[in-house]
């Protein structure tokens, strides 16, 4: 099955500077790579996703890239806030259904320091 | 449109007490809905999940169990609850197609203690 695994665990940056969140998965059938952010005591919610026909996406301040040959993807914030500090987590999917509909990273807390 | 509830927010229970998390989801029929365990605020441990009435998968033999009674209805349950239990509880709908997206209840924070 697929295997996401996510970098760093943790990432403090200040106000202003840029913050990176890379994932790599395993299954090259996976074509989509959506990006969750969770706020403390809250559920995750999508924040912006890719396509596998894609190799980037911006929307304002975040992008995602994506590697299809190196099956990595990644998360740009830049000009982070304080209301950007929250746990991150990428996911790949392609298409099933059951247990393997989404699989998750572990997830990256991101701290924006003021 | 379509939204999804999970009550309560947070319980404290006693250990060896039993457990109810009521999710629903409203504006769609048939939904897929999971069951995560979040520690420590970080990864999303997959518990269960079910794609219809009556039908669970587990994915980790635990103190827990879910059930299914009605469509829009996902529940987690325990007999009997263990320090262990004690964590960040989250229901999700995914809406399955192209792109699919999850959709999660606001959480509960159990404690046991």
């Known amino acids: 099955g697929e295997n996401v695994e996510q970098h760093p665990s943790t990432l403090s940056v200040q106000e202003g500077d840029s913050a990176v969140i890379k994932c790599t998965y395993s299954d090259s059938a996976s074509n989509y790579f959506p990006w969750y952010k969770q706020e403390l005591g809250k559920g995750p919610q999508l924040i912006i996703d890719?396509?596998?026909?894609?190799g980037e996406k911006k929307d304002q301040r975040i992008a995602v890239t994506l590697n299809k040959t190196a099956k990595h993807f990644s998360l740009h914030i830049t000009e982070t806030q304080p209301e950007d500090s929250a746990v991150y987590f990428c996911a790949a999917s392609k298409g099933d259904t059951g247990r393997r509909a989404l699989t998750f990273g572990s997830g990256t807390r991101l701290q924006v320091q003021p | 449109s379509q939204t999804i509830h999970q009550w309560p927010a947070t319980l404290v229970q006693p250990v060896g007490s039993p457990l109810s998390l009521e999710c629903t989801v409203e504006g769609t029929s048939n939904p897929n809905l999971y069951w995560y365990r979040q520690a420590a605020g970080r990864g999303l441990q997959l518990l269960f999940y079910s794609v219809g009435i009556g039908q669970i998968s587990s994915e980790v033999p635990q103190n827990l169990s879910a059930s299914r009674p009605q469509d829009r209805q996902f529940i987690l349950s325990s007999k009997k609850l263990l320090l262990s239990d004690s964590g960040f509880y989250l229901c999700?709908?995914?809406?399955?197609?192209?792109?699919?997206?999850?959709?999660f209840g606001q959480g509960t924070r159990l404690t046991v203690v």
């Open positions: 999700a709908w995914f809406k399955q197609g192209a792109r699919t997206e999850a959709f």
């Open positions: 890719i396509r596998s026909n894609v």
